[in-house]
């Protein structure tokens, strides 16, 4: 009998030990990564918090870009924008910063209002495409933090930005 309730007993340490083991992996799976990284609702790009559109870590959301000392939406940011409201509408718990920046030419001051200037224009933009205000902030950067380093208009095209920050999702 000694014999039987030892091997019941172990057997049951074996079940616990199992089922301990089987917890962990399905805890793994469901968690994924350990990054605070998720797939956007509509399977774009990662969606990360802080993420920004600079790097591809802000889900669908893509950067704009403007013409030299002008915060006009170009038809091609338009599009770019149209794209991103989309992105936004089915993807109701993000919300966003719009950061405005300027190429290196110009002074500090000037290009802290055309960034600001920038930014706003995009938010505007995605206001009147249905996405709600509340749900996005505006800073500008100036020519503070460039994307592209160089003298050149290569590089310079790349600083004239709108670029999108995930701070909510």
């Known amino acids: 009998m000694k014999a039987t309730s030892r091997n019941l007993f172990m057997a049951l340490i074996t079940l ?5 083991t089987g917890c962990a992996s399905q805890s793994e799976k469901s968690d994924g990564a350990a990054s605070d990284s ?3 609702e509509d399977d774009s790009a ?5 993420g920004s559109s600079d790097d591809s ?11 030299f000392d002008s915060s006009r939406l170009t038809s091609s940011a338009r599009a770019t924008l149209e794209a991103n409201a989309e992105f936004l509408k089915n993807n109701q718990n993000v919300d966003i910063q719009i950061e405005g920046h300027a190429d290196e030419r110009g002074g500090e001051q000037y290009n802290l209002a055309l960034g600001e200037r920038r930014a706003r224009a995009v ?5 009147a ?3 709600d205000a509340n749900r996005i902030s505006v800073i ?3 020519k503070t933090t460039p994307k592209a380093f160089g003298h050149n208009e290569q590089a310079w ?10 701070t909510a999702k």
């Open 16 to 20: 616990f030990a199992l089922s301990l």
């Open 38 to 40: 998720v797939i956007a």
């Open 46 to 50: 990662p969606l990360e918090l802080n």
């Open 57 to 67: 870590t802000a889900g669908g959301l893509d950067t704009v870009y403007f013409d």
């Open 123 to 127: 938010k505007d933009y995605l206001v």
């Open 129 to 131: 495409l249905g996405v």
């Open 140 to 142: 500008s950067f100036g």
């Open 157 to 166: 095209s790349q600083n004239r930005r709108a670029n999108f920050v995930i």
